[in-house]
Protein backbone atom coordinates (compact mmCIF):
# COMPACT_ATOMS: atom_id res chain seq x y z
CA UNK A 1 0.00 0.00 0.00
CA UNK A 2 1.21 3.56 -0.43
CA UNK A 3 1.87 5.38 2.32
CA UNK A 4 -0.57 8.47 1.44
CA UNK A 5 -3.27 5.84 0.89
CA UNK A 6 -2.84 4.65 4.75
CA UNK A 7 -5.11 7.66 6.50
CA UNK A 8 -7.97 7.11 3.76
CA UNK A 9 -7.96 3.12 4.43
CA UNK A 10 -7.45 3.68 8.14
CA UNK A 11 -10.56 6.23 8.33
CA UNK A 12 -12.63 3.57 5.73
CA UNK A 13 -12.09 0.92 8.14
CA UNK A 14 -13.39 2.96 11.37
CA UNK A 15 -16.55 3.89 9.34
CA UNK A 16 -17.18 0.41 8.39
CA UNK A 17 -17.10 -0.78 12.02
CA UNK A 18 -19.51 1.93 13.62
CA UNK A 19 -22.21 1.52 10.67
CA UNK A 20 -22.20 -2.49 11.27
CA UNK A 21 -20.84 -2.81 15.03
CA UNK A 22 -22.18 0.24 16.13
CA UNK A 23 -22.42 0.56 20.13
CA UNK A 24 -22.05 -3.41 19.89
CA UNK A 25 -22.43 -6.52 18.14
CA UNK A 26 -25.33 -7.81 20.20
CA UNK A 27 -26.17 -10.92 18.61
CA UNK A 28 -22.71 -12.40 19.27
CA UNK A 29 -22.40 -10.80 22.45
CA UNK A 30 -26.09 -12.59 23.69
CA UNK A 31 -25.01 -15.99 22.64
CA UNK A 32 -20.74 -16.61 22.21
CA UNK A 33 -19.23 -16.42 25.44
CA UNK A 34 -16.63 -14.01 25.88
CA UNK A 35 -13.25 -15.79 25.52
CA UNK A 36 -14.36 -18.46 23.14
CA UNK A 37 -11.78 -18.76 20.51
CA UNK A 38 -12.31 -20.76 17.26
CA UNK A 39 -10.97 -20.99 13.60
CA UNK A 40 -12.58 -19.54 10.14
CA UNK A 41 -11.39 -19.94 6.62
CA UNK A 42 -11.72 -17.38 3.81
CA UNK A 43 -12.46 -20.20 0.72
CA UNK A 44 -12.86 -18.82 -2.64
CA UNK A 45 -16.03 -20.17 -4.81
CA UNK A 46 -15.49 -18.16 -8.15
CA UNK A 47 -12.52 -17.90 -10.52
CA UNK A 48 -10.88 -14.40 -10.84
CA UNK A 49 -7.88 -12.36 -9.33
CA UNK A 50 -7.84 -12.23 -5.07
CA UNK A 51 -7.82 -8.41 -3.80
CA UNK A 52 -7.92 -6.83 -0.38
CA UNK A 53 -6.53 -9.17 1.43
CA UNK A 54 -3.73 -6.67 2.76
CA UNK A 55 -6.93 -4.85 4.03
CA UNK A 56 -8.11 -7.56 5.35
CA UNK A 57 -5.39 -8.00 7.64
CA UNK A 58 -5.99 -4.30 9.20
CA UNK A 59 -9.63 -5.12 9.87
CA UNK A 60 -8.73 -8.04 11.91
CA UNK A 61 -5.75 -6.14 13.61
CA UNK A 62 -8.29 -3.13 14.62
CA UNK A 63 -10.96 -5.29 15.91
CA UNK A 64 -8.55 -7.56 17.68
CA UNK A 65 -5.10 -7.43 17.32
CA UNK A 66 -4.73 -10.74 19.25
CA UNK A 67 -6.20 -12.43 16.09
CA UNK A 68 -3.78 -14.84 14.06
CA UNK A 69 -3.23 -14.82 10.83
CA UNK A 70 -2.27 -17.31 8.22
CA UNK A 71 -1.85 -16.08 4.54
CA UNK A 72 -2.14 -18.69 1.89
CA UNK A 73 -2.33 -16.31 -1.24
CA UNK A 74 -1.17 -13.49 -1.98
CA UNK A 75 -2.96 -10.02 -3.69
CA UNK A 76 -3.01 -10.56 -7.33
CA UNK A 77 -3.01 -14.20 -7.11
CA UNK A 78 -5.45 -15.77 -9.74
CA UNK A 79 -7.93 -18.03 -8.19
CA UNK A 80 -10.55 -21.18 -8.58
CA UNK A 81 -13.46 -22.10 -6.55
CA UNK A 82 -11.90 -24.20 -3.45
CA UNK A 83 -8.91 -21.74 -2.67
CA UNK A 84 -8.65 -20.53 0.65
CA UNK A 85 -6.80 -16.99 1.01
CA UNK A 86 -6.53 -17.75 4.40
CA UNK A 87 -6.61 -18.72 7.91
CA UNK A 88 -7.82 -16.48 10.92
CA UNK A 89 -7.99 -17.63 14.76
CA UNK A 90 -9.06 -15.85 17.53
CA UNK A 91 -12.00 -14.69 19.88
CA UNK A 92 -15.19 -15.47 18.16
CA UNK A 93 -16.69 -12.73 18.98
CA UNK A 94 -14.39 -10.85 16.87
CA UNK A 95 -14.16 -13.07 14.29
CA UNK A 96 -17.82 -12.89 13.96
CA UNK A 97 -17.36 -9.33 13.94
CA UNK A 98 -15.14 -8.91 11.57
CA UNK A 99 -16.64 -11.27 8.98
CA UNK A 100 -19.13 -9.36 6.83
CA UNK A 101 -16.47 -6.23 7.11
CA UNK A 102 -13.96 -8.21 5.21
CA UNK A 103 -16.04 -9.72 3.14
CA UNK A 104 -17.57 -6.42 2.14
CA UNK A 105 -14.06 -5.19 1.30
CA UNK A 106 -12.67 -8.31 -0.15
CA UNK A 107 -15.49 -9.16 -2.94
CA UNK A 108 -15.90 -6.00 -4.14
CA UNK A 109 -11.71 -5.58 -4.45
CA UNK A 110 -11.60 -8.98 -6.10
CA UNK A 111 -14.16 -7.94 -8.70
CA UNK A 112 -12.47 -4.84 -9.64
CA UNK A 113 -9.44 -6.31 -9.92
CA UNK A 114 -10.64 -9.15 -11.65
CA UNK A 115 -12.55 -6.91 -14.33
CA UNK A 116 -9.46 -5.41 -14.62
CA UNK A 117 -7.69 -7.73 -15.74
CA UNK A 118 -9.75 -8.81 -18.63
CA UNK A 119 -9.12 -4.92 -20.00
CA UNK A 120 -5.43 -5.48 -18.85
CA UNK A 121 -5.20 -8.86 -21.01
CA UNK A 122 -7.26 -7.10 -24.27
CA UNK A 123 -3.95 -5.07 -24.02
CA UNK A 124 -1.73 -7.69 -24.69
CA UNK A 125 1.38 -6.66 -26.72
CA UNK A 126 0.24 -2.98 -27.16
CA UNK A 127 2.05 -0.08 -24.88
CA UNK A 128 -0.86 1.36 -24.14
CA UNK A 129 -1.98 1.08 -20.42
CA UNK A 130 -5.76 0.82 -19.04
CA UNK A 131 -6.87 3.73 -16.42
CA UNK A 132 -9.30 3.85 -14.06
CA UNK A 133 -11.42 6.88 -13.14
CA UNK A 134 -12.96 9.18 -10.73
CA UNK A 135 -16.35 6.78 -11.12
CA UNK A 136 -15.69 5.08 -7.89
CA UNK A 137 -18.05 4.37 -4.49
CA UNK A 138 -18.29 7.20 -2.77
CA UNK A 139 -15.78 7.03 0.35
CA UNK A 140 -14.14 3.70 -1.23
CA UNK A 141 -12.23 4.93 -3.81
CA UNK A 142 -8.75 4.65 -2.21
CA UNK A 143 -9.71 0.68 -2.26
CA UNK A 144 -11.21 0.65 -6.04
CA UNK A 145 -7.50 2.44 -6.96
CA UNK A 146 -5.74 -0.46 -5.17
CA UNK A 147 -7.64 -2.84 -6.66
CA UNK A 148 -7.16 -1.83 -10.25
CA UNK A 149 -3.24 -2.05 -9.64
CA UNK A 150 -3.46 -5.24 -8.21
CA UNK A 151 -5.61 -6.23 -11.53
CA UNK A 152 -2.83 -4.87 -13.33
CA UNK A 153 -4.44 -1.42 -14.49
CA UNK A 154 -2.52 1.82 -13.42
CA UNK A 155 -4.29 4.29 -11.61
CA UNK A 156 -5.56 7.88 -13.07
CA UNK A 157 -5.82 10.78 -10.36
CA UNK A 158 -7.07 10.16 -7.10
CA UNK A 159 -9.42 13.30 -6.74
CA UNK A 160 -9.22 16.61 -7.95
CA UNK A 161 -6.30 18.06 -5.83
CA UNK A 162 -3.23 15.88 -6.89
CA UNK A 163 -4.07 16.60 -11.18
CA UNK A 164 -5.35 19.78 -13.40
CA UNK A 165 -7.85 18.00 -15.48
CA UNK A 166 -9.60 20.89 -17.90
CA UNK A 167 -12.02 19.22 -18.83
CA UNK A 168 -14.87 20.58 -21.21
CA UNK A 169 -17.20 22.50 -18.47
CA UNK A 170 -13.77 24.05 -17.25
CA UNK A 171 -12.92 24.81 -21.03
CA UNK A 172 -16.39 26.38 -21.49
CA UNK A 173 -16.70 28.25 -18.39
CA UNK A 174 -12.94 29.59 -18.47
CA UNK A 175 -13.45 31.11 -22.61
CA UNK A 176 -11.43 28.25 -24.12
CA UNK A 177 -8.71 26.39 -24.59
CA UNK A 178 -6.07 28.86 -24.45
CA UNK A 179 -7.60 30.89 -20.96
CA UNK A 180 -8.07 27.29 -19.24
CA UNK A 181 -4.41 26.47 -19.67
CA UNK A 182 -2.68 30.08 -19.29
CA UNK A 183 -5.11 30.00 -16.25
CA UNK A 184 -3.95 26.54 -14.97
CA UNK A 185 -0.24 27.46 -15.13
CA UNK A 186 -0.80 31.30 -13.45
CA UNK A 187 -2.27 29.17 -10.51
CA UNK A 188 0.37 26.70 -9.71
CA UNK A 189 2.95 29.34 -9.79
CA UNK A 190 0.95 31.36 -7.42
CA UNK A 191 0.65 28.37 -5.54
CA UNK A 192 4.11 27.22 -5.99
CA UNK A 193 2.52 24.00 -6.59
CA UNK A 194 3.85 20.97 -9.23
CA UNK A 195 0.64 19.20 -10.38
CA UNK A 196 0.38 17.72 -14.26
CA UNK A 197 -1.77 19.12 -16.32
CA UNK A 198 -4.33 17.42 -18.84
CA UNK A 199 -6.28 18.87 -21.13
CA UNK A 200 -9.49 17.24 -22.88
CA UNK A 201 -9.91 18.32 -26.64
CA UNK A 202 -13.17 17.37 -28.84
CA UNK A 203 -11.84 18.10 -32.18
CA UNK A 204 -8.53 17.65 -33.76
CA UNK A 205 -8.23 21.28 -34.21
CA UNK A 206 -8.53 21.55 -30.45
CA UNK A 207 -4.90 19.68 -30.31
CA UNK A 208 -3.60 22.78 -32.02
CA UNK A 209 -5.07 25.22 -30.05
CA UNK A 210 -3.16 23.26 -26.89
CA UNK A 211 -0.10 23.89 -28.24
CA UNK A 212 -0.40 27.16 -29.44
CA UNK A 213 -1.13 27.77 -25.32
CA UNK A 214 1.88 26.05 -24.85
CA UNK A 215 0.90 22.61 -24.43
CA UNK A 216 0.07 20.08 -21.88
CA UNK A 217 1.36 16.92 -20.28
CA UNK A 218 -1.37 14.90 -21.14
CA UNK A 219 -3.80 15.34 -24.09
CA UNK A 220 -7.49 13.59 -23.88
CA UNK A 221 -9.02 12.88 -26.61
CA UNK A 222 -12.59 13.20 -25.96
CA UNK A 223 -14.97 10.46 -27.70
CA UNK A 224 -12.97 10.61 -30.99
CA UNK A 225 -13.53 7.21 -33.62
CA UNK A 226 -10.77 5.12 -33.88
CA UNK A 227 -9.96 6.88 -37.19
CA UNK A 228 -9.57 10.48 -35.38
CA UNK A 229 -7.56 9.26 -32.69
CA UNK A 230 -5.25 7.75 -35.38
CA UNK A 231 -4.91 10.88 -36.69
CA UNK A 232 -4.82 12.67 -33.10
CA UNK A 233 -2.12 10.60 -32.04
CA UNK A 234 -0.08 11.69 -35.38
CA UNK A 235 -0.66 15.15 -34.81
CA UNK A 236 0.20 15.20 -31.33
CA UNK A 237 3.47 13.41 -32.50
CA UNK A 238 5.03 12.19 -29.66
CA UNK A 239 4.81 16.39 -27.78
CA UNK A 240 3.27 14.94 -24.39
CA UNK A 241 1.42 11.79 -23.48
CA UNK A 242 -1.90 11.15 -25.10
CA UNK A 243 -5.67 9.82 -23.62
CA UNK A 244 -8.28 8.23 -24.84
CA UNK A 245 -11.80 8.12 -23.03
CA UNK A 246 -15.85 8.21 -23.35
CA UNK A 247 -17.47 5.36 -24.61
CA UNK A 248 -14.63 2.89 -25.26
CA UNK A 249 -15.60 -0.93 -24.50
CA UNK A 250 -13.92 -3.93 -24.29
CA UNK A 251 -15.10 -4.70 -27.31
CA UNK A 252 -13.70 -1.82 -28.55
CA UNK A 253 -10.37 -1.24 -26.50
CA UNK A 254 -7.68 -3.12 -28.57
CA UNK A 255 -8.74 -0.73 -32.09
CA UNK A 256 -8.25 2.49 -29.87
CA UNK A 257 -5.05 1.41 -28.63
CA UNK A 258 -4.05 0.24 -31.95
CA UNK A 259 -3.95 4.04 -32.82
CA UNK A 260 -1.45 4.67 -30.58
CA UNK A 261 -2.68 6.20 -27.98
CA UNK A 262 -1.03 5.84 -24.36
CA UNK A 263 -3.67 5.32 -22.35
CA UNK A 264 -7.11 4.61 -22.10
CA UNK A 265 -9.52 5.41 -19.56
CA UNK A 266 -12.14 3.03 -18.58
CA UNK A 267 -14.77 3.66 -16.13
CA UNK A 268 -16.40 0.44 -16.13
CA UNK A 269 -13.35 -1.03 -14.51
CA UNK A 270 -14.92 0.22 -11.00
CA UNK A 271 -18.90 1.77 -11.62
CA UNK A 272 -20.28 -1.55 -13.74
CA UNK A 273 -18.63 -4.45 -11.75
CA UNK A 274 -19.47 -7.72 -9.95
CA UNK A 275 -18.11 -8.94 -6.78
CA UNK A 276 -16.69 -12.04 -6.36
CA UNK A 277 -18.37 -15.01 -4.95
CA UNK A 278 -16.07 -15.71 -1.30
CA UNK A 279 -17.03 -16.39 1.49
CA UNK A 280 -15.23 -17.17 5.41
CA UNK A 281 -16.48 -19.61 7.27
CA UNK A 282 -15.90 -21.69 10.39
CA UNK A 283 -13.41 -24.70 9.80
CA UNK A 284 -11.48 -26.72 12.07
Do not use: W
Not at 80 to 92: E, I, K, M
Not at 177 to 184: K, P, S, T
Amino acid sequence: MKPEYKPFVDELIELCIKEDIGDGDHTSLCCIPAEERGRMRLLCKQEGILAGIEIARMVFDRLDPDMQFEQILHDGDRIRPGDVAFYVSGRLRSLLQAERIVLNIMQRMSGVATRTAVYVQQLEGLHTRVLDTRKTTPGMRVLDKMAVKIGGGENHRMGLFDMILLKDNHIDFAGGIRQAIVGAREYLRAKGKQLPIECEVRTLEDIDEVFAAGGVDRIMFDNFTPEMTRQAVAKVAGRCETESSGGITLETLREYAACGVDFISVGALTHQIKSLDLSLKACE
